[in-house]
């Protein structure tokens, strides 16, 4: 049961995101992704990814940029439909992907850039209360440990990605 549960989750998590070149064109009413700043951090691309009815977790995705001088993290943020979020990593071990939440966040180094994507760094929306669907806008806040927090109206990209079986749904909490 558990390596079906971790299963449905990286199949969640590993999807392509094709969407997200197209909602920066705004092509056939997408939403713009907007570059937001906030200290020395510039965060661009951040979406959400459409659910199916029912599913008690959702991913998020976005990328940030350390403009200053000082190490900054990703420790968490929220949002008005979902219990918690937790920031993951998957990674391939011995030749399995496993997926895991960074307890003490994701460190963004001075002038790197860090991407939370499908199959790598991740949001996990945990104790979903409602359903996310393609082409809608939602409020999202993102914390991090100076910077502080970042509240943003992010696009919902598609969840039929080719290659979804869509047992995200069967994901039990940890």
Do not use: Q, W
Not at 38 to 53: S, W, Y
Not at 71 to 95: K, Q, Y
Not at 100 to 117: F, H, S, T, Y
């Amino acid at each position: 049961m558990k390596r079906t549960i971790l299963a449905a989750v990286a199949a969640l998590a590993i999807m392509p995101v094709s969407a997200m070149a197209e909602a920066d064109k705004m092509s056939d009413g997408m939403v713009e992704m907007k570059k937001h700043t906030i200290g020395n951090l510039e965060v661009e691309h951040a979406r959400l990814r459409a659910t199916p009815p029912n599913a008690k977790v959702a991913a998020g995705y976005l990328t940030v940029e350390n403009k200053g001088g000082e190490t900054d993290r990703l420790i968490g943020g929220s949002v008005d439909f979902s219990d918690r979020i937790e920031i993951h990593e998957m990674a391939v071990e011995d030749g399995v992907m496993k997926m895991r939440p960074l307890a003490d966040g994701l460190e963004i180094a001075p002038g790197e850039e860090v991407e939370l994507k499908p199959g790598s760094y991740h949001l996990m929306l945990m104790g979903m209360r409602d359903t996310l669907k393609e082409g809608e806008t939602r409020t999202l806040t993102v914390e991090f440990e100076k910077a502080g927090a970042l509240t943003m109206d992010v696009p919902v990209v598609p969840f039929a990605m080719s290659g979804d079986s869509g047992h995200a749904a069967e994901h039990k909490e940890h």
